[in-house]
């Protein structure tokens, strides 16, 4: 099976208009976040977020299939000892345009830096946020089933008659759970929060991710020889864990270096996997 990775180089807010209507299986990106990476990509002031994303994300609408999925990485910063609220400004501006929010996963980072401050902890989680055209939308949730875990093994050894019926929420809202329904299951579905590292390793980019962090939102939202969108590049995370996973793939970086530095590493990739 042979799989088509491109790497264009520009601003994706011309770039993307390249692309075809309705093409894309699934975007996964992380922009610059506002007022952060000034050294590379210039700064985005919090105020002027929204605005300066909305036409990215205008051209992204137009290019997701209706079955598709746009999932975006983001974390709002502190501004003078207050949290920014261009993010919760962001989405709601996103459902003006069209979007559906379907869902907010959290990245738990398992090895966050240390550090200290007057007033708050240190931060250890990211937000992915899940937008879609319709509230039907591909999705491959047994591709990323966990292992149920050691605490099955005496809990459900010996059942009491009320673990074998539903349990209804005391409070009346319908939900509960039968215990006797996950008697000899391997796996269950996750929950939406993700923990993983962050990259260790020296990729020569100011914000790289995990491979794992894409690697487990392709596997939930597209097969094999699908075609993933990263209109920020970056370091080629996304275009890199596609290639690995039989997916086509389409990432716009601006800087020419890190274009080139994608370039190497896919090229790389490929000699390793054929």
């Known amino acids: 099976m042979e799989v ?23 975007i996964f990106t992380s922009p610059p976040y506002a007022d952060q990476r000034k050294n590379t990509y210039g700064g985005i002031h919090p105020d002027d977020y929204v605005e300066w994303f909305l036409p990215i994300t205008h051209e992204l609408l137009r290019v997701l299939k209706p079955t598709g ?16 609220t261009y993010v919760l400004e962001l989405i709601l ?20 830096y240390p550090g200290k401050w007057s007033n708050r902890f240190r931060d250890s989680w990211e937000r992915l946020l899940q ?8 999705m491959y949730q047994d591709e990323v089933k966990v292992p149920i875990g050691d605490w099955a093994k005496g809990r459900l050894k010996n059942l009491s008659e009320t673990d074998k019926i ?8 319908g939900f509960g759970k039968n215990i006797s329904n996950w008697v000899g299951k391997e ?14 390793q020296n990729k020569n980019h100011p914000a790289a991710f995990p491979e794992s962090l894409p690697e487990w939102f392709i596997k939930l939202f597209t097969k094999e020889e699908d075609t993933v969108l990263d209109p920020f590049a970056g370091s080629g ?3 890199v864990v596609s290639q690995k996973m039989k997916r086509n793939s389409i990432g716009i970086e601006i800087l020419p270096d890190y274009h080139d530095m994608i370039l190497k590493d896919l090229k790389t990739t490929e000699q390793l996997l054929f």
């Open 4 to 26: 088509k990775t491109e790497v264009l180089l520009g601003d994706c807010k011309e770039i993307l208009k390249q692309i075809s209507d309705s093409s894309i299986d699934l």
């Open 69 to 84: 999925t746009f999932v975006l990485n983001i974390k709002e910063k502190v501004v003078e000892g207050e949290r920014s």
């Open 93 to 112: 501006a996103l459902r003006k345009q069209g979007w559906f929010w379907t869902e907010e996963f959290v990245w738990h980072k398992k090895n966050c």
């Open 131 to 138: 937008f879609n055209k319709n509230k039907k939308f591909n």
């Open 166 to 173: 539903r349990d209804n929420a005391k409070n009346g809202s």
């Open 187 to 200: 796996t269950v579905y996750p929950t939406n929060v993700i923990h993983l590292a962050t990259e260790c």
């Open 237 to 239: 995370t996304t275009l």
